[in-house]
């Protein structure tokens, strides 16, 4: 077997050769494929390579010790290709690809989610046009508006979940803060030693959600980290702008500088502080 670099999703499929030819279709480079061994590679080139497998194959060789099975209703994220993903979505109607146009959200970024042949949810993402100002402000008021999402609820009321088998609010908010907290160091990175090697490790967020115990903890000590690494990153952005084009060399996933891990922090936010809006229409909360 050639060198690859591990892959951090498995997407079961039930013809290699098909969906190799989807995925060439969307630009993307099919780094190995064997038909006999029912596995092959696809790199997306803006993104980490992802293995495809025939049912019941057994490719942990070429995935990393950490890694995700895509399962009905999960979605792979990836960036938008080439960095503009309306001419990406452009390319594909070309294509004659049935496509639905890219969506905007409040926050000003954009998703297009599309299916591969197996039924597999590809969700590229772009983030917004942000003036550095505007993404210091967007990312540092999230503490803020978490506190308001959540205010007049009960502790009780944090174990609401919009729907059945989604995250409870309580979930949420803890998953806000893993998020930070685990890409703290990276920023760091490359606030301070732009161009470094920099050795990462994927963290499944389901099982820090149950190991951590999420669904039980108190949502206070990590309201007030959410609040303290986005108050620190933001002083030293302020202190030395120009670093916010520092990136690292990673070894999982691709390069971003800091302006991009820091306005996708700010999206995921925004994000799961709307998923705590919904659960609070859902049930009446609102």
């Excluded at 013809?15 to 494929?33: C, K, M, N, P, Q």
């Amino acid at each position: 077997m050639a060198s690859f670099r591990p892959s951090l999703h498995l997407l079961r499929v039930k013809d290699l050769e098909r969906s190799a030819r989807f995925y060439r279709g969307l630009g993307f480079t099919v780094r190995f494929i064997d038909p006999a061994a029912g596995v092959a590679v696809i790199d997306p080139v803006d993104g980490h390579p992802f293995t495809l497998a025939l049912p019941g194959v057994d490719a942990t060789p070429w995935l990393h010790e950490v890694y995700e099975e895509l399962t009905q209703g999960r979605q792979l994220y990836m960036g938008a290709p080439g960095g503009d993903l309306d001419a990406f979505y452009g390319r594909l109607v070309e294509q004659g690809l049935p496509v639905p146009p890219p969506e905007e959200a409040p926050d000003g970024s954009q998703s297009l989610v599309i299916q591969d042949p197996d039924g597999h949810l590809l969700s590229f993402w772009q983030g917004p046009e942000w003036t550095d100002g505007e993404l210091l402000e967007m990312y540092t008021s999230a503490s803020q508006r978490l506190a308001e999402a959540l205010a007049g609820l009960c502790d009780e009321e944090l174990d609401l979940a919009r729907a059945p088998g989604k995250w409870t609010i309580r979930q949420i908010v803890h998953h806000i803060a893993d998020s930070d907290a685990s890409s703290l160091v990276r920023i760091l990175m490359c606030l301070a030693e732009p161009g470094r090697p920099y050795n990462n490790n994927p963290y499944d967020q389901d099982v820090w959600v149950e190991r951590l115990g999420h669904a039980h903890r108190p949502v206070e000590p990590s309201l007030a980290l959410i609040a303290a690494v986005r108050g620190h990153v933001a002083a030293l952005v302020r202190h030395r702008p120009e670093s916010l084009d520092g990136a690292v060399a990673p070894s999982l996933g691709a390069p971003m500088t800091a302006r991009e891990l820091i306005a996708m922090l700010a999206s995921h936010a925004l994000h799961h502080i709307a998923q705590i809006e919904e659960t609070r229409r859902v049930h009446g909360r609102g």
